[in-house]
C-alpha cells in the first residue's frame, strides 16, 4: 500500500471522508488523494515526495506562490509576539486601511476568519439595515455554507450532486431565492412582483465554484439598478475574485459598486482570514455602533495579518497582474492548442489569475451548462495530468488558479503534459 493510501486509510477511520473539506476527498476523480507534506512556489510535494504542479494554490490564497519568503518571514516575526490578544492592533487598522484603498466599492471593513463567516455575516447585516428577510443568489454560487446561503449551492455541493444541504430548516430555506445565473428577465420578474421583500441580491461576480462562468456586464448592471430601485443591497461576493482577477477585484474589472463586498481567501495570504466590508452607513450598523451582532475571539488575528500584509504588499508591486494574467493567458491558449491537436473538444476561460476549463465547444453561461459537461473525460484528464505531475481541482465544478510562481517553465511543462494527456484521451 502506498504511504497516501495508508494516510487515506488511517484519516478516514477518525475524520469524516478522511478529509476536512469534502472536495479534497477526490470523490468525483476516484482514486486516493494525495496527502501533502509541503509545497514552495508552484509546487506541492506529497507524504511520498512526488512533486506536483499546484494549480489549486489553496483553492485561491496562494497567488505569491508557496512559502514566500516574505510571508513566511512576517509570520515567523508576529508569532513572536503571541498568537492573539483579542484586543485591537495597529496591524489591523493597516489592513483594513489597505482594503478600503484597493476595493473601489469598501469604505469601512470588518475582519473575520473565514469566507464562510464573512458571508453569513454580510447577509445578517442586510437583513438587519433593511428590516427584510429575502435574499436572492444564484444556483450554481457558493458564499460558505451558513444555512440561508447552502441552497442550490456551488463548490462541493455540485461535486456530489447534491447542491441543497440536508439540516438546512425549510422554514429558512424558504426566505433564500434561488435564480438562473446570467438570466436578467428572471430578476426582473422577481423584482417586480417582491421587490420590496429582498434585502439583498448575493453573487460571486464571476463564478468560480460551478467552473468558472463569467457574469455578463449587462446582467451585473441590470443586478445593480433593481436593487438601488427597490432598496435591496447588492452584495459581492469576492471571496474567490477579490485580489485574484486583478487587484481591485471584480468591482474593478466591471466597474460596478456593490453595496457589500464578502473577501477572503488572498486577503489571508494562506491563513484563516477573511472579510466584509462596503457602505459606511451600512457598515455602521453593526455591533458595537448598531444593532446588527457579530464577533469573533481570532477576527483580526495578528499573525493571520501578519501573513495577509505581507501578501498584499507583494500583489500590489508593479506589473504584479500583467505578469499573472500574461501567464494564466499562456497556460490557457497552450491547453486549447493541445487539445485541438488530438481533435479534443475544449475551451478555457480567464481571468487576472483564475481559469477555469471545459470539454465542450462552447463557453458555459450557467449551471444548467455546466451540468450538461461531460464528468467521464474531465475525470481521465485529471488523472491523466496528475500522473503527469499536474495537480488540478479534483472536481469539475471548481475554478483554477495560477500564481506569480508560475513562471514560463512551469507553464511549458504544464502544456508538455496537457499535450500527453490530450494525447491519451484521443486514444481512448
Ligand atoms: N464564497 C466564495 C465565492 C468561495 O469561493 C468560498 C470558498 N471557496 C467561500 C465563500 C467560503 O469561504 P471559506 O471556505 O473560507 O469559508
Redesign the pocket.
Known amino acids: 500500500m502506498t504511504r497516501n493510501a495508508q494516510l487515506f486509510e488511517r484519516a478516514q477511520r477518525v475524520i469524516p471522508g478522511g478529509v476536512n473539506?469534502p472536495v479534497r476527498a477526490f470523490r468525483q476523480v476516484g482514486g486516493t488523494p494525495r496527502f501533502i507534506d509541503r509545497a514552495e512556489g508552484a509546487y506541492m510535494i506529497d507524504a511520498e515526495g512526488t512533486r506536483f504542479i499546484d494549480y489549486i494554490g489553496s483553492?485561491?490564497p496562494m497567488i505569491a506562490g508557496h512559502a514566500h519568503p516574505e510571508v513566511t518571514e512576517a509570520v515567523q516575526r508576529a508569532a513572536t509576539r503571541s498568537l492573539s490578544f483579542g484586543a485591537p492592533t495597529a496591524d489591523e487598522i493597516d489592513m483594513a486601511e489597505a482594503i478600503c484603498q484597493l476595493m473601489p466599492a469598501v469604505e469601512m471593513v470588518r475582519l473575520v476568519s473565514?469566507?464562510?463567516?464573512?458571508?453569513m455575516s454580510a447577509i445578517r447585516l442586510a437583513r438587519g439595515y433593511t428590516g427584510r428577510d429575502a435574499i436572492v443568489k444564484f444556483e450554481g454560487?457558493?458564499?460558505?455554507?451558513a444555512d440561508s446561503l447552502l441552497v442550490k449551492a456551488g463548490?462541493g455541493l455540485l461535486t456530489f450532486g447534491n447542491p441543497s444541504s440536508a439540516g438546512v430548516p425549510a422554514d429558512l430555506a424558504r426566505h433564500t431565492l434561488v435564480l438562473e445565473f446570467n438570466n436578467i428577465p428572471q430578476i426582473e420578474a422577481l423584482f417586480a412582483t417582491r421587490g420590496h421583500e429582498i434585502a439583498c441580491v448575493m453573487v460571486?461576480p464571476i463564478a468560480?465554484?460551478m467552473n468558472f462562468i463569467r457574469g455578463d456586464a449587462a446582467w451585473h448592471r441590470r443586478l445593480r439598478e433593481l436593487c438601488t430601485e427597490h432598496g435591496a443591497l447588492l452584495v459581492w461576493?469576492?471571496?474567490?475574485?477579490g485580489f485574484r482577477v486583478a487587484l481591485g477585484g471584480a468591482q474593478q474589472v466591471y466597474g460596478i459598486r456593490p453595496d457589500l463586498v464578502?473577501m477572503?481567501?488572498v486577503i489571508g495570504g494562506g491563513m484563516?482570514l477573511?472579510a466584509f466590508g462596503g457602505r459606511r452607513d451600512v457598515m455602521e450598523r453593526l455591533s458595537p455602533l448598531g444593532a446588527v451582532y457579530q464577533a469573533g475571539t481570532l477576527s483580526g488575528n495578528p499573525v493571520a495579518v501578519a501573513a495577509g500584509m505581507a501578501q498584499l504588499r507583494i500583489i500590489q508591486r508593479p506589473g504584479f497582474y500583467a505578469q499573472l494574467s500574461a501567464a494564466t493567458g499562456q497556460l490557457m491558449r497552450g491547453l486549447e492548442a493541445a487539445a485541438g491537436r488530438h481533435g479534443v473538444r475544449f475551451k478555457t476561460d480567464s481571468e487576472g489569475g483564475m481559469f477555469g476549463f471545459y470539454f465542450s465547444d462552447a463557453l458555459p453561461r450557467n449551471y444548467p451548462d455546466v451540468a450538461r459537461a461531460d464528468v467521464e473525460t474531465f475525470k481521465r484528464f485529471f488523472h491523466a495530468m496528475l500522473d503527469r505531475g499536474v495537480y488540478l481541482a479534483p472536481s469539475m465544478y471548481e475554478a483554477g488558479f495560477v500564481s506569480a510562481a508560475h513562471g514560463p517553465d512551469v507553464i511549458a511543462a504544464t502544456l508538455e503534459a496537457a499535450d500527453a494527456a490530450f494525447a491519451q484521451l484521443a486514444k481512448a
Open positions: 473539506s483553492w485561491g473565514s469566507g464562510t463567516e464573512a458571508g454560487c457558493y458564499h460558505g455554507h463548490s460571486e468560480g465554484n461576493d469576492e471571496v474567490m475574485t464578502v477572503g481567501k484563516p477573511a
